[in-house]
């Protein structure tokens, strides 16, 4: 949490080369990726339409990937993305010369989820990494006797909770071979609450009846912590939390500023509360002013 923390106090945040963006002006944006967002995205829609019936926007998922493949190609006018851009994308943005601006949306915690029938409550980091890549297959390896077999849910690999998750649980292991592979956040939420023996990992939206979230720790002498608890995202006590984005092709105006604004705006956070996800911290507040002040966004 830090690390992203200290990258994105540096003010301007991510601007590839000099070009001429996407910065629609229009009364109609295209607005796709992150799955665990697609919700947030959906209901931040509505209700923008709600009192701004001159704008129509689409919002659909697809992974943060997907998304931040269709800005590069200039088919969108935000990504939405749980992961940031990375240096391969932005290397695809120079090479088109575009302009890549990144602004945090909110917060969101990684909840590794089990069923409610699973009495395991707290895990560990290393187990969490053990269990995904097979060394633990067994409930009765971490002390449920009554469990059986562990069933493995993760996201496809074009999700940037997949990408997150493997590359801070996993450190770049590779994945059990039974893991089960989603198409989506739903997919993964809905497969733990069937199975009693199964453990994914979803948007702390997501946790939901049926499952339950583990405490997390970093290693047995713990402190575990809930994931559930906003201060615990806020304060980087909780080792699987990570900023939500929105990517821009350009120096965002017209339609595309509004709707930034009124996201960011207490309206905009309202929404965000609701569904079930975390405002900024006043680190990735202050990011965000710093670049709408770089920009000279009014």
């Not at 575009?98 to 069923?115: H, M, R, T």
């Not at 390896?141 to 849910?153: C, M, N, P, R, V």
Request: proline residues 3%; aromatic residues 10%; hydrophobic residues 40%.
């Amino acid at each position: 949490m830090g690390k992203k923390i200290v990258i994105l106090m540096v003010a301007v945040v991510v601007v590839v080369l000099s070009g001429c963006g996407n910065n629609n002006g229009d009364g109609y944006l295209e607005i796709k990726g992150s799955d665990t967002m697609v919700n947030l995205g959906q209901q931040w829609a509505d209700t923008y339409m709600d009192a701004n019936s001159e704008v129509s926007l689409a919002v659909t998922g697809g992974g943060s990937g997907t998304g931040i493949a269709g800005l590069l190609n200039d088919n969108l006018d935000i990504a939405q993305s749980s992961r940031k851009i990375t240096q391969e994308e932005l290397d695809a943005a120079a090479q088109k010369n575009l302009d890549v601006y990144e602004f945090v949306v909110g917060q969101d915690a990684i909840s590794v989820i089990v069923n409610d029938a699973n009495p395991v409550a707290e895990l560990t980091m290393d187990e969490l990494k053990q269990i995904f890549t097979g060394e633990i297959t067994q409930w009765a390896q971490l002390g449920w006797e009554e469990g059986g077999a562990i069933s493995l849910y993760s996201r496809q690999s074009n999700s940037g909770t997949h990408v997150f998750f493997w590359e801070t649980v996993l450190n770049q292991a590779d994945w059990a071979t039974n893991t089960m592979f989603m198409p989506g956040t739903s997919s993964i939420y809905e497969g733990v609450a069937a199975d009693r023996d199964a453990i994914g990992y979803v948007g702390v939206a997501y946790v939901n009846h049926g499952v339950h979230a583990v405490n997390v720790g970093l290693d047995k002498t713990g402190p575990f912590i809930d994931p559930t608890i906003r201060a615990n995202v806020d304060s980087g006590k909780y080792p699987i939390a990570r900023p939500l984005y929105f990517y821009v092709n350009g120096k965002p105006e017209g339609a595309v500023l509004d709707y930034l604004q009124w996201v960011l705006s207490a309206e905009g956070i309202d929404v965000l509360e609701t569904v079930g996800f975390y405002r900024n911290s006043p680190e990735y507040e202050q990011a965000n002013a710093n670049l709408f002040q770089a920009l000279d966004l009014k």
